[in-house]
């Protein structure tokens, strides 16, 4: 074997070294592990070094367990001095590099991203992407407004990308694009007269708002019951599943007007069913006016007693007589289907005794004024009386 000079051995190993330059992307060998860097062999004339800022965060995390000695790698060249004899190295920008390539293919295909948010700012969302800074701009965050941006801190959201900028490494995201398409696909079902089934998320003093999966839909007071209700809560408790039927749907004005009652068969269908003219019922006293008292009957529909009704004898109003909550046993005179009316009487089931014993009292509870005046006017004979009347008239014909 000829003897080879130094100067020829130096150039015969150059030869055989990898020619490497910086942003480059090679492949090497793990030589060494430590807890804060990591020694490659890139077959260069000096070896590589991956300091811990240059790993990804999961390998950062533990870099003994993250590298094993032998294990093929793919590194991103930094420079090829790094003041000690060293090159410079990188996994985190190789995996960088990978997922910028990635997020290309997703902007084109119009795919949806996660953007997990690490901030924010007066402008929107910073987040990541894949390991790469993203913006979501205030606009874009969701479909309605938004003043505390703060409360989507920690969050994984899923996106659209906007436009991306791989040379300023600038990427822009949307979470309101795919809100709005799963609200368009929400909107075809909200169809008049359809059945849907919602949860009730919130409740007002006139009503009920049930989410339908991304739309609020309202259940006005008077279409939560037959029942008269003083407020929702009197029917139903927030996070309560429904069925409800929907009334009104605008999609312009983003309303939905749903009925709950709708689904439940009508009262007064259900005492049509069971009762007929003549038939007698009880009730319950639940209002008292001038003209009458009001009675809800056992199917939750409600009968008048007209104050004619109420005693054989004269009654000036129901209240001398009646109190709210009175139990009473009617007889139906009359049911008018059409305007849903029912027609009570108390007074077709008294006996004429009972009558006179009743109106008694009726006199006995009246202000001793009161009772002081019908004495004297019972006393008096009526100047136009039938009989008066009558006795004139025989008076002046001569029948003889």
């Known amino acids: 074997m000829d003897n080879i000079s130094n100067e020829e051995f130096m150039e015969q190993v150059e030869e055989s070294m990898v020619k490497i330059y910086p942003k480059d992307i090679v492949k090497g060998t793990v030589m060494n592990v430590k807890d804060d860097e990591v020694f490659v062999d890139i077959k260069y004339r000096a070896d590589g070094i991956i300091k811990k800022e240059e790993m990804s965060d999961e390998e950062a995390a533990n870099p003994i367990e993250a590298f094993k000695v032998g294990e093929e790698i793919d590194v991103y060249v930094i420079k090829l001095d790094d003041g000690e004899g ?15 390539k990635k997020l290309l293919e997703a902007f084109e295909n119009n795919e949806v991203v996660t953007a997990s948010v690490k901030g ?23 479909t309605y407004f938004v003043k505390n941006f703060k409360q989507f801190e920690g969050q994984d959201l899923e996106a659209r990308i906007l436009s991306i900028d791989e040379k300023k490494k600038r990427v822009v995201l949307s979470s309101r694009v795919l809100q709005e398409e799963k609200l368009d696909e929400i909107w075809e079902t909200l ?14 003093d006139f009503g009920a708002f049930v989410d339908l ?11 939560i019951s037959w029942d008269r209700i003083e407020k929702p809560q009197d029917a139903l408790e927030i996070g309560q599943e429904v069925e409800v039927k929907i009334l009104k749907a605008n999609r312009e004005k983003n309303r939905v007007s749903l009925g709950l009652k709708h689904l439940q068969e009508k009262p ?80 077709a089931l008294m006996e004429p005794k009972e009558t006179v014993r009743e109106n008694k009292q009726v006199r006995e509870n009246r202000p001793k004024r009161e009772r002081k005046e019908n004495t004297k006017l019972e006393n008096e004979e009526p100047q136009n009386s039938f009989g008066s009347n009558l006795g004139a008239l025989l008076d002046e014909l001569d029948l003889d």
């Open 213 to 223: 999966g991304g739309v609020d839909g309202l259940i006005h007071i008077s279409d």
């Open 191 to 204: 169809i008049p007269d359809s059945i849907v089934t919602g949860k009730v998320v919130r409740m007002v």
């Open 86 to 100: 060293n090159v410079s190295l990188s996994t985190s920008r190789v995996e960088g590099l990978k997922n910028w």
């Open 120 to 142: 924010s700012n007066a402008g929107g969302l910073v987040v990541k992407v894949m390991g790469i800074n993203g913006f979501i701009p205030a606009s874009q965050i969701t």
């Open 268 to 347: 007064f269908d259900v005492f049509l069913a069971k009762h007929k003219v003549g038939d007698v019922v009880n009730g319950e006293v639940v209002n008292l006016l001038d003209f009458g008292a009001f009675l809800k009957l056992e199917e939750g529909v409600e009968g008048l007693v007209h104050v004619s009704q109420i005693s054989n004898e004269h009654v000036e109003k129901p209240s001398d007589v009646l109190n709210i909550g009175d139990n009473l046993e009617v007889k139906i005179l009359e049911i008018d289907e059409e305007n849903q009316r029912i027609s009570l009487s108390k007074r």
